[in-house]
């Protein structure tokens, strides 16, 4: 897990990125905002299908590997595909956390944690935003 990131697929300059997200959008994908606890759409959503990234429709995680943390936001043992999203060390607010981005445009998911004792294959907690995804249900195609 490095600092350094590789150039994002996806480049926008901030006023474009600004016309493709509504503000609430825009705080947590482009400024790493975190929306609050229980209000998200997908918190709770039990619909089978895939997770893609709300401002590029990358796909980043599936049904299958959703489950219930009761923490607040949607949580996931693992991406979809081990380059989905890229991790990155974020110590603001006073914390040593691990950052979740997404690998295509770069943009905030949430943050991943470990080792808190959920029953899953992973032992990781990918704890992350609503308001990041977009759900594309299996009866639907994504992208």
């Known amino acids: 897990m490095s600092a350094e990131l590789p150039e994002p697929r996806i480049q926008l300059t901030p006023q474009e990125w600004k016309v493709k997200l509504n503000p609430e959008e825009y705080a947590v994908l482009r400024e790493a905002g975190t929306e ?19 401002a590029c429709d990358a796909e980043l995680f599936r049904s299958t590997e959703k489950f219930d943390s009761h923490c607040g936001w949607p949580s996931f043992f693992d991406p979809a595909k081990s380059d989905a999203v890229i991790l990155r060390p974020d110590t603001t607010l006073g914390m040593r956390r691990v950052e979740v981005l997404c690998a295509n445009c770069h943009s905030h998911l949430g943050h991943v944690f470990e080792g808190e004792g959920y029953n899953t294959p992973t032992d ?3 704890c992350i935003n609503s308001i990041s995804l977009r759900l594309h249900p299996s009866s639907e195609p994504a992208g």
């Open 36 to 54: 609050r606890p229980f209000v998200g759409e997908y918190t709770d959503t039990k619909t089978e299908g895939v997770y893609t990234c709300r």
């Open 124 to 126: 990781q907690r990918y």
